[in-house]
C-alpha cells in the first residue's frame, strides 16, 4: 500500500503543520522580493479564506473558478475551497473571453478568484455578474471582493467545519486544455488526487528537503499533481516564477532539487547555451577530461540547476536527439506521461536509464497499462477519472467494456513494459497516395537538428508528407539562408532514409511566425494545435513547388 493515498489534502496540510508549522513553505517574489510563508502561516491563510468564503454564502458542492498565473494565493485558494469542501475549477491563464465564459457557464459556478492575467479585461467581460468575483492581492484590477480581506477580517475556520470527504467524492473539476473543439470536464475523486499526490511522492522518491519552482499552468493536472499536492504530501518547499522576464532570476533563486519541464522549454534552453557555445566548440570543450567538468558545471549554473538531482520532461513528444545532448552535460531527464484524465502521472521513467532513452518509462506502481489491437493505450487505476461532468455520452465512448481508458495515444510497449508514444490517434492522416501517416515519429527524428525550435509535419491529401519549420534564432542568426536551407534538406535527406517510403518529407516550409498561446497556435500547456496549424499552412503547402520555401 502506498503511503498516504487515503489521506486527504487538508488531513496532510495539518500533518505537515504539526510536523514543522515554522519550516518556509511558500515562497512568493514581488519585485525581486520573496514574501515567505510558514506551514503555520500558510494553514492559517488557508482556513481564514475558507471562513470569508463561508459568509459569502457558498455551500458544499458549489464549484469555484480560479484564473490566474501561478502564485502562493493561488495554491492557498485551491485548499481554502477544498477545506470548505468547494469544487476547485481551475482555468488558464491564458484563456480568451469564450473559454473562461463557457468554463463558467457549463460548471454552473458560483464564484470566481481572479490573480494576475495577461488581459483582465477579457475577464471582466467574461465573467456573468451573478457570479461572485474576488481578487487576489496580484490582481489588476477591481473585483466584488478581496481575497486579503476575506483573509484578514475572518477568523480560521473551525476544525469541525473542515470538509470530511470520501474519497469517492468530487475533488476538482479540470477543463482539458482544448487542442480540439471546445474543452471537456473531467471530473476528479479525492481518491484520484490522494493517490495520484501520494504515488508521485513514493515513484519520484520525493521528500521534506525538496525544492521546486512553480511556472507551468497550475490549471493543468502535471503541476498541480507534481508540484502544489505533491509538495502537501511530501513537505516540499515551492518558490513561484514572478514573470518571463524573471525566470532565470527565480529559478536560480529557488535552487530546485528537481525541475520539470516541456520540450518546448528543453529546446529553449538548448537553443540559448549554442547561441553563446556553438555545438562544434563544446564537443571540443567536452572531450577535455578537466575543461569538461567546468564547462558542465558553469551551464548548470547559467540554467539555474546548481543543486538540481533529477528532471523531468512531459506534456508532449521530445526528441531522443535532445536527451542525448543534454546527457552529454550530465542531465538526464526522464520523460513522464499523464493526462487530466489519470489525474497526472501514469508512466515515468524515473530513476532514470539510459537504455530507455526516447520512452516514456513504464506505468507507475498502481496503474495497469495495455496496448489495444489498434495501438491504442488503454489504461485503469485509482487516480483514473470516471466521467466527464454533464457528458455521458464522451464518458461511455473513452472507456472500453473492461473499463480501460481509452487515451487516444498511440504508443509500442517493449518486453520491460516501457511505452514509446508513436502519436495521437488523431492525428495520423491520410496522405494523397492513400497512405496513412503519423507525425510525431518523424518529428522526432527531424529534431536532430537544433535550427529547429518549432515544427509540424501535415500532409492530409498531398502527394507527400511536409514540415512547417519556426527557427531557432538563437542558433540561425548568424547563418545565411544558403545554408540554414542546406542544413535542413540534409536533414530531411536522412531521415527520409530511415523511414517508409510513404512517409518521406517532400518540402519544407519555414515561417517567420512564432507559435504561441496567445496566437492560437499552442495550447495552454504548449502542445501544438495542428487542426489550427493545418488550416494556416495546409493551402500554401499545396502551392508549394521548392524543396525549401520561405514566408514572405
Known sequence: MIPNQNVTPIEMFAHQLSETPDKVYLRQPSNGEYVEYTWQQAYDRTLRLAKGLDKLGLKKGDRV?????????????????????????????TAGESIISYV?????????????????????????????????S?????????????????????QDQINKPKLDDVFSIVYTSGSTGKPKGVVISYQNICYSAAISVHALGTGADERYLSYLPLAHVTERGLIEYNSLYCGAMV????????FIRDLRNAQTTSFISVPRLWVKFQSQVLAKIPQRK???????PILSGIVKKKIKAQLGFDNTRSYGSGSAPISPSILKWYQNLDIDIAEGWGMSETMGLATSQYPFRKSKVGTIGKAVEGFDVKISDAGEVLIKGPAVFTEYYKNPEATAESFDEDGYFRTGDKADIDADGYLTITGRVKDIFKSGKGKYVAPVPIESKLADNVLIEQMCVMGSGLPSAMVVIVLSQEVAKDMSKEEIAESLIETVTQVNKRIEKHEVVGGIYITNEMWTIENG??????????AELEAKYLPILEAQKETVAWEA
Open 282 to 288: 563544446l564537443n571540443l570543450l567536452l572531450c577535455i
Open 239 to 246: 518558490t513561484f516564477n514572478e514573470s518571463l522576464d524573471t
Open 104 to 136: 463558467l457557464e457549463h460548471s454552473d459556478a458560483k464564484a470566481i478568484i481572479v490573480g494576475n492575467i495577461a488581459k483582465p479585461e477579457i475577464a471582466k467581460n467574461a465573467i456573468p455578474e451573478n457570479v461572485i468575483s474576488i481578487g487576489m
Open 138 to 158: 496580484t490582481s489588476q484590477v477591481q473585483w466584488q471582493h478581496s481575497m486579503d480581506d476575506l483573509i484578514v477580517n475572518n477568523e480560521a475556520l473551525a
Open 65 to 93: 473558478g480560479i484564473l490566474a498565473n501561478n502564485c502562493a494565493d493561488w495554491f492557498i485558494a485551491d485548499f481554502a475551497l477544498v477545506a470548505l469542501g468547494l469544487i476547485p475549477t481551475p482555468i488558464y491563464a
Open 521 to 530: 497556435l499552442l495550447t495552454p500547456t504548449m502542445k501544438v494545435k495542428r
